[in-house]
């Protein structure tokens, strides 16, 4: 569970969503909600990963504004210490200053053959191949992480909802219309966030 969230969130209060947007101004709806209803359940979510954020609800709204901004703060500080020192790269050969840096590569014969015959030499073929290849990368991570982000959601909000392990199964399989057909009896809210996180995984692995 996180404790703090540079994303949008959205929380639900049981099956209802009750707001969206930035923790500051959702952790005011839920508290108003949960001051006027103590047995309340909320749940905020990152909007992005989906992963659960943690909000200490504890006292006055002041109070609990005060408790995420020190949180955040104290993130910050973590992220970035005071005093940290940036080391350079030693140069070395290569044409530094357009960002090529020269290092030993080992191959066998034919691969620098096939290499040598590649337009534009064998330095130009190697970095085509590894745009291409940190390109396919990305795109598989994209999908990896919508899949898991609404997954997560979905374990979390659906999981007792009609189809559930039907709709998840035609999710993972890449079935968007059977994903939106199973899940069309679930609660509303819960349904079209789902559809919404459900989508980014279906787009991303066109």
């Known amino acids: 569970m996180s404790t703090i969230t540079p994303h949008a969130v959205i ?18 709806k839920a ?6 209803n103590d047995a309340a359940t909320v749940l905020i979510f990152d909007d992005i990963t989906s992963e659960q954020v943690e909000v200490d609800f504890r006292g006055s709204a002041e109070q609990v504004l005060q408790r995420l901004s020190a949180t955040a703060a104290a993130a910050v ?41 590649q337009s534009g030499g064998a330095s130009v073929a190697l970095r085509k191949l590894v745009e291409e290849a940190k390109r396919r990368g990305e795109e598989r991570d994209l999908v990896r992480k919508a899949q898991e982000s609404a997954y997560r959601f979905m374990s979390a909000m659906a ?11 035609a999710f ?14 679930w609660e509303i809210d819960i349904r079209d966030h789902a559809r919404t996180l459900a989508a980014r995984a279906f787009v991303s692995a066109e």
């Open 172 to 185: 993972f399989a890449g079935d968007q219309l059977r994903f939106e057909e199973l899940s069309e009896p």
């Open 11 to 28: 929380a639900f209060a049981g099956a209802h969503r009750i707001a969206s947007g930035q923790l500051a101004l959702v952790a005011l």
């Open 31 to 36: 508290k108003e909600l949960l001051d006027r």
């Open 159 to 169: 999981g007792n909802q009609v189809n559930f392990e039907e709709a998840t199964r």
């Open 77 to 117: 500080a973590a992220e970035h210490p005071a005093g940290a020192n940036v080391q350079e790269t030693a140069r070395g050969p290569g044409r530094p200053k357009l960002g090529v840096v020269g290092r030993e590569v080992t191959l066998l014969p034919r691969h620098w053959d096939w290499l040598n015959q």
